[in-house]
């Protein structure tokens, strides 16, 4: 990918701050380009990796360093204090790729998303009166040096889109995690607090939460529409006296910077979101839309489905559904991305979708999932899960995995999911519990008998014959086991065998295998419970 005008190793560097990514060399200097970054896989072919920040999690060797040069990487970053750098360092030289050191408090994910965050907001951005204004970072640092304090500039869903990288000034933790996350922690207090910076036309202070430092902010506009906000820390020192005047004036000069990144990013999700829909349902010329996501036609593929657990409507910290799923559906893209797999992602109806050329058994798909779910649920609050489909032979089968996909999202959200991803191969039992639950849950068969005489004789005399019956039915009708699930005795549980048996024929197949689902699917959320 070609990296956007006035992106520079310098510029990273300086955006990022030494605090987060410091060079060891820089073999062709600070203004060489600077493209994509991507995560190194050992076991994955090293190719498309021009201009490429070329992120190492395991041991960096000097063949990991030559075979970045002979694909014209611009830079290997490594983690702080991992191996040798000096021997490290002279290879770094000698191949001309750029070696970079980042900080053990950064996951390798995070600083893939800061990275790929930059790019898209430094490119050059011109004013009304033909000049070019300063990127982000750079904005962020003036503005942080004249007002005395730490700077973020986010959007309107609390992104981090800049932060100062000003040495010396402070910066409390919640201002810290939201820069490493790129999005503000939630806080209670969110909600207001930003409505009455929205509301102000000029600089306001806010006090809350009592755990945050003071903090001075401004709303940005472009034509009286906000786009984001501009805050500054105050630190053990008060803000400069010009502090909310120099606020004023970065809010105009960010304007343009956050108009673009809207639009850009609204065209590419749109576009993107429209090709998406189209391979899942099977419109159009499929070779033509395998080629525009760089993906194989051919290939073996997969399907993934990422939705809210619980209630579908519900909102996610103060994001729509559609929103949230938005959201999430850029994270799963990154994840993709950063492992350089051919995909199509995006969000559909409310949940996030790709189309992956990979088989669905792939360990890292299992990676990326996991990861992708786990930080929705930190962001966004709530339970979230995955469906993924069986492995397609091609881009061809790409609706049935569609439907595959969702179905077993469906299983994983529901009373028999036993995971937060469902595989479609692996849900055969639970699929048909479901299908058969959805058959009976408003048919009388499922409170009728057998279950029905058990029940009542339960309420009619304090027996527990439910309970005994359950637990004897999930130990596979072993004794033993079952007395040692309920603290019974042997002997004490085959007596109340034998009295429920007076109650039921617990002795035909039958009954047992119709007692068996009517529990089953009666109390389904008791599984847990079953299966310990």
Same mark, same amino acid.
């Given at each position: 990918?070609?990296?956007?005008?006035?992106?520079?190793?310098?510029?990273?560097?300086?955006?990022?701050?030494?605090?987060?990514?410091? #060079?060891?060399?820089?073999?062709?200097?600070?203004?060489?380009?600077?493209?994509?970054?991507?995560?190194?896989?050992? $076991?994955?072919?090293?190719?498309?990796?021009? !201009?490429?920040? @070329?992120?190492?999690?395991?041991?960096?060797?000097?063949?990991? =360093?030559?075979?970045?040069?002979?694909?014209?990487?611009?830079?290997? %970053?490594?983690?702080?204090?991992?191996?040798?750098?000096?021997?490290?360092?002279?290879?770094?030289?000698?191949?001309?790729?750029?070696?970079?050191?980042?900080?053990?408090?950064?996951?390798?994910?995070?600083?893939?998303?800061?990275?790929?965050?930059?790019?898209?907001?430094?490119?050059?951005?011109?004013?009304?009166?033909?000049?070019?204004?300063?990127?982000?970072?750079?904005?962020?640092?003036?503005?942080?040096?004249?007002?005395?304090?730490? %700077?973020?500039?986010? $959007?309107?869903?609390?992104?981090?889109?800049?932060?100062?990288? %000003?040495?010396?000034? =402070?910066? $409390?933790?919640?201002?810290?995690?939201?820069?490493?996350?790129?999005?503000?922690?939630?806080?209670?207090?969110?909600?207001?607090?930003?409505?009455?910076?929205?509301?102000?036309?000029?600089?306001?202070?806010?006090?809350?939460? +009592?755990?945050?430092?003071?903090?001075?902010?401004?709303?940005?506009?472009?034509?009286?529409?906000?786009?984001?906000?501009?805050? @500054?820390?105050?630190?053990?020192?008060?803000?400069?006296?010009?502090?909310?005047?120099?606020?004023?004036?970065?809010?105009?000069?960010?304007?343009?910077?956050?108009?673009?990144?809207?639009?850009?990013?609204?065209?590419?999700?749109?576009?993107?979101?429209?090709?998406?829909?189209?391979?899942?349902?099977?419109?159009?010329?499929?070779?033509?839309?395998?080629?525009?996501?760089?993906?194989?036609?051919?290939?073996?593929?997969?399907?993934?489905?990422?939705?809210?657990?619980?209630?579908?409507?519900?909102?996610?910290?103060?994001?729509?559904?559609?929103?949230?799923?938005?959201? %999430?559906?850029?994270?799963?893209?990154?994840?993709?991305?950063?492992?350089?797999?051919?995909?199509?992602?995006?969000?559909?109806?409310?949940?996030?979708?790709?189309?992956?050329?990979?088989?669905?058994?792939?360990?890292?798909?299992?990676?990326?999932?996991?990861? @992708?779910?786990?930080?929705?649920? /930190?962001?966004?609050?709530?339970?979230?899960?995955?469906?993924?489909?069986?492995?397609?032979?091609?881009?061809?089968?790409?609706?049935?995995?569609?439907?595959?996909?969702?179905?077993? =999202?469906?299983?994983?959200?529901?009373?028999?999911? +036993?995971?937060?991803?469902?595989?479609? !191969?692996?849900?055969?039992?639970?699929?048909?519990?479901?299908?058969?639950?959805?058959?009976?849950?408003?048919? &009388?068969?499922? $409170?009728?008998?057998?279950?029905?005489?058990?029940? /009542?004789? /339960?309420?009619?005399?304090?027996?527990?014959?439910?309970?005994?019956?359950?637990?004897?039915?999930?130990?596979?009708?072993?004794? #033993?086991?079952?007395?040692?699930?309920?603290?019974?005795?042997?002997?004490?549980?085959?007596?109340?065998?034998?009295?429920?048996?007076?109650?039921?024929?617990? !002795?035909? &197949?039958?009954?047992?295998?119709?007692?068996?689902?009517?529990?089953?699917?009666? =109390?389904?959320?008791?599984?847990? +419970?079953?299966?310990?």
């Amino acid at each position: 990918m070609t990296a956007p005008a006035g992106i520079t190793l310098g510029v990273v560097l300086d955006s990022l701050g030494t605090g987060l990514v410091r #060079p060891l060399a820089l073999p062709r200097g600070r203004a060489v380009a600077v493209g994509a970054p991507t995560i190194h896989d050992p $076991d994955a072919p090293t190719t498309g990796l021009t !201009d490429a920040i @070329v992120l190492v999690p395991a041991r960096l060797t000097a063949d990991v =360093l030559e075979r970045a040069a002979e694909q014209h990487a611009t830079a290997v %970053v490594m983690r702080a204090g991992t191996t040798d750098t000096a021997a490290l360092t002279r290879a770094a030289e000698r191949t001309g790729v750029a070696l970079l050191e980042c900080s053990a408090e950064i996951s390798w994910g995070q600083l893939y998303t800061l990275i790929d965050a930059l790019r898209a907001i430094t490119g050059p951005v011109f004013e009304p009166n033909g000049h070019r204004s300063a990127d982000l970072f750079a904005l962020a640092n003036d503005i942080a040096l004249r007002a005395g304090g730490a %700077v973020a500039i986010e $959007d309107l869903s609390m992104r981090v889109l800049a932060y100062s990288t %000003v040495p010396g000034q =402070l910066v $409390d933790d919640p201002r810290r995690d939201g820069i490493l996350g790129r999005r503000v922690p939630d806080h209670p207090t969110h909600t207001e607090e930003y409505a009455a910076v929205l509301r102000s036309d000029a600089a306001v202070w806010s006090h809350e939460p +009592k755990e945050y430092r003071p903090r001075l902010a401004i709303a940005i506009r472009n034509g009286g529409e906000a786009l984001g906000t501009i805050w @500054v820390l105050q630190g053990d020192e008060p803000l400069a006296e010009e502090a909310a005047g120099v606020l004023a004036e970065g809010a105009r000069l960010a304007a343009p910077h956050l108009a673009r990144v809207s639009l850009a990013a609204d065209a590419e999700r749109r576009q993107r979101v429209e090709r998406l829909g189209w391979l899942v349902r099977g419109i159009g010329a499929t070779r033509e839309l395998a080629d525009s996501f760089g993906m194989r036609f051919d290939a073996p593929a997969s399907v993934l489905v990422i939705g809210r657990s619980g209630d579908p409507a519900g909102h996610a910290r103060g994001m729509s559904l559609d929103s949230a799923a938005e959201h %999430v559906g850029d994270l799963l893209r990154m994840g993709l991305s950063a492992y350089r797999l051919g995909a199509a992602a995006g969000a559909l109806d409310g949940q996030a979708v790709a189309v992956v050329d990979t088989a669905s058994d792939t360990p890292v798909i299992q990676l990326i999932i996991a990861t @992708v779910l786990a930080r929705a649920g /930190d962001t966004l609050g709530g339970s979230w899960r995955a469906g993924v489909s069986r492995t397609l032979t091609g881009l061809a089968d790409v609706p049935t995995g569609m439907s595959q996909a969702r179905q077993a =999202l469906r299983v994983a959200c529901g009373p028999f999911g +036993k995971a937060e991803i469902g595989r479609h !191969d692996e849900l055969a039992a639970s699929m048909f519990l479901h299908d058969v639950h959805d058959a009976l849950r408003y048919r &009388p068969a499922l $409170d009728a008998e057998p279950l029905s005489t058990v029940l /009542d004789h /339960d309420a009619r005399h304090g027996t527990d014959y439910e309970r005994t019956l359950r637990c004897w039915i999930a130990e596979h009708y072993d004794v #033993p086991r079952a007395a040692d699930a309920l603290t019974l005795h042997p002997n004490t549980l085959r007596h109340r065998l034998r009295r429920l048996a007076e109650l039921i024929d617990i !002795d035909d &197949p039958d009954l047992r295998l119709a007692l068996a689902l009517q529990l089953r699917l009666r =109390l389904p959320d008791t599984r847990t +419970k079953e299966t310990e």
